[in-house]
């Protein structure tokens, strides 16, 4: 028997309906329809986090990003800047580069050899007409920026214009990590079978984290709790978070880091969250013990226990900073049901592997909880792509993953009214 055509989605009505406190329902997450949607309503015209200045140390270094049909370059230009261009070439269309990640003097197109400068200008078009302007002929440009050694981009010739106010909040607490002169020790992309949604949201709530036992060696899993909804089995847990963090704040004070809770996940356009504190075990970084991973910290810091610094972007990064060193993760869209996590380490410009950190020490607890948060996000998919699914009510405690669907659904009613104004 021939199985039936699945019938479209219509995403506006499911955008108009959703209800506040619940989880989306199922085509959000299994849709191609959404899924289509979500590339050009969210990774189209927003900021996105794409590489550190660490993947391009010297100019002519470059990584290639795909985003739904896009690819883009990145790349450091002859002045040391930060470049992006559509992986397009001018002349007929050909995919540029092919690698992911390499280094190049120009950018040549293999099929007929256009030739572009770093800063993308044409330089050399062979056999063309007299009257021929290479001038016109520019590869076509992307907005990037980079945040105190983090690299953005946004697709849309009309950016979010508060990514300058996001960015002056956030620099102050990244810049004393020096981000931009740090190496790249470690980079793991991991294949999530789980739509991009259920990846983010996972990540925003510690609900789960009974079932990261490496993480929860250094990490306080009292992440969206307080005195009003702290479970009875976390109240030690949380008392040692109080103390630690009491003791943390004087060294953040005495030298002037800040630390404050700044959270405006789903108040603004380009949404963020940044907070300066402890660590669990010895206070210094993410490995059994709590203990630094690195002897060489990534800045002149007098001491190593300074917890974490942890970063979030709508709508597709999180970052934890250390003393010794710092971990940043990008979520890709590459289907309804799969997703790319890549997750990289990053070290002082000067540590030697072996001497100053050992890689395994290094990348053990967020490795492993990467892996087990792969398997927690392709269950959700499982389930939610069930007939039998219907949304569930968000924890007190998920406050954050409330927050992700609600500038999630803003973002896809904006672009729906633009897109019906302009018809």
């Not at 490496?214 to 005195?227: D, I």
């Not at 409330?402 to 896809?412: K, M, P, S």
Request: hydrophobic residues 40%.
């Amino acid at each position: 028997m021939k199985q039936a055509t699945p019938a479209a989605v219509d995403v506006a009505e499911f955008v108009a309906r959703r209800s506040v406190g619940q989880s989306l329902e199922a085509p959000f997450y299994v849709s191609q329809e959404f899924f289509d949607l979500d590339i050009e309503a969210v990774f189209a015209r927003h900021w996105l986090f794409v590489a550190t200045d660490a993947e391009l140390p010297e100019p002519g270094d470059y990584v290639t990003v795909a985003i739904g049909p896009y690819s883009i370059i990145v790349v450091r230009d002859d002045n040391e800047d930060v470049r992006a261009f559509h992986n397009v070439c001018r002349h007929r269309g050909a995919r540029i580069l092919g690698e992911e990640r390499g280094t190049v003097g120009n950018i040549v197109c293999g099929y007929h050899q256009w030739t572009y400068g770093v800063d993308g200008k044409l330089l050399h078009a062979p056999s063309q007409a007299p009257d021929f302007a290479p001038s016109c002929f520019s590869l076509r440009s992307v907005h990037a920026r980079t945040v105190a050694g983090l690299v953005y981009i946004c697709l849309s010739q009309t950016p979010p214009e508060d990514f300058d106010e996001v960015a002056a909040q956030a620099e102050p607490y990244l810049a004393p990590h020096n981000l931009a002169k740090a190496k790249v020790a470690a980079q793991i992309d991991l294949v999530e079978n789980g739509n991009w949604k259920l990846t983010m949201e996972n990540n925003r709530e510690c609900y789960h984290c009974g079932g990261h036992p490496e993480l929860l060696c250094a990490y306080f899993p009292t992440y969206g709790y307080g005195e009003q909804n702290l479970p009875a089995v976390l109240r030690p847990t949380y008392e040692r978070y109080l103390q630690a963090d009491a003791a943390v704040r004087l060294t953040y004070d005495s030298l002037g880091l800040p630390y404050t809770l700044v959270e405006e996940l789903d108040t603004r356009t380009t949404g963020f969250r940044i907070q300066r504190e402890p660590l669990d075990g010895a206070g210094e970084s993410y490995t059994s013990d709590g203990k630094a991973a690195c002897k060489r910290l990534l800045a002149d810091f007098p001491t190593a226990r300074l917890g974490r610094l942890a970063f979030h972007t709508q709508p597709n990064a999180w970052f934890h900073l250390m003393a010794d060193h710092a971990i940043t993760f990008s979520a890709i869209p590459l289907g309804p049901d799969r997703t790319l996590v890549r997750t990289t380490w990053l070290v002082h410009a000067d540590a030697v592997e072996g001497i100053d950190y050992d890689l395994d020490t290094l990348t053990k607890v967020w490795a492993a909880t990467n892996e087990q948060d792969a398997l927690f996000v392709a269950r959700a998919q499982q389930g939610v792509s069930s007939p039998a699914y219907v949304p569930g009510p968000y924890a007190p405690s998920e406050e954050d993953v409330e927050a992700f669907a609600n500038w999630y659904v803003t973002r896809l009613r904006a672009y729906l009214s633009d897109t019906e104004r302009q018809r």
